[in-house]
């Protein structure tokens, strides 16, 4: 149950795109379709963003974009904006009823 | 409106027990998967648990497998989490979190409660 690798931080300027990476293995990422990303303020609940790899929650703006390729998932944020930057954590489901979250980025808008 | 309130956190010594309670509201508690999930201070979040819709399915991180128990009183509409033997290690906030299936595997967590401070130390 090996931490998912995603980078400490990321960066872009308003309006402009951000592309975080989540790097698993054939045992999770790349072998379920079970990926989501979470957006977390710190002492706040998380909030679920991108859930099945693409998919995205009502009332998420679709700014929010999700894909997967081999055994890296990424989320994509267009058009960046002052209130997406915070903490985003990747989670995929590892198999025998178990999950792993990624090691998460903090997003910054310049 | 879907409610998810964690309690039962606190201050507690080395080696000794603690129980925590996550009371739900808002949607039908006994279709639905639900997790456990942590973060230490100054750390990232951490998978610790997660229990089917009817108790009868399981898993637990590595980290905590044999000290920590799931379980759920859906006739209360509530779920536990019975830590044992806990060490400085599980110093956390615990959040729980709903899954949007009766199963494990396929839950996704769309809601979360704000969490409730586990402090280990003598």
């Known amino acids: 149950q090996s931490a998912l690798t995603q980078p400490p931080s990321a960066s872009g300027s308003p309006g402009q795109s951000v592309t975080i990476s989540c790097t698993g293995t054939?045992?999770?990422?790349?072998?379920?379709?079970?990926v989501s990303w979470f957006q977390h303020h710190p002492g706040k609940a998380p909030k679920l963003i991108i859930y099945e790899v693409t998919k995205r929650p009502s009332g998420v703006p679709d700014r929010f974009s999700g894909s997967k390729s081999g055994n890296t998932a990424s989320l994509t944020v267009s058009g960046l904006q002052a209130e997406d930057e915070t903490d985003y954590y990747c989670l995929s489901y590892a198999g025998s009823n178990t999950y792993v979250f990624g090691t998460g980025t903090k997003v910054t808008v310049l | 409106e879907v409610q998810v309130v964690e309690s039962g956190g606190g201050l507690v010594q080395p080696g000794r027990s603690l129980r925590l309670s996550c009371a739900v509201a808002g949607f039908i508690f006994d279709e639905c998967a639900m997790h456990w999930v942590r973060q230490a201070p100054g750390k990232g979040l951490e998978w610790v648990s997660s229990?089917?819709?009817?108790?009868?399915?399981?898993g637990y991180a590595d980290s905590v497998k044999g000290r920590f128990s799931i379980s759920r009183d859906n006739a209360k509409n509530s779920l536990y989490l019975e830590m044992n033997s806990l060490t400085a290690e599980d110093t956390a906030f615990y959040y729980c979190?709903?899954?949007?299936?009766?199963?494990?595997?396929?839950?996704?967590?769309?809601?979360w409660g704000q969490g409730t401070l586990v402090t280990v130390s003598s």
């Open positions: 229990i089917n819709y009817n108790g009868g399915s399981i």
């Open positions: 054939s045992s999770d990422v790349g072998n379920y379709n079970y």
């Open positions: 979190a709903k899954g949007h299936t009766p199963s494990i595997w396929s839950s996704y967590f769309d809601y």
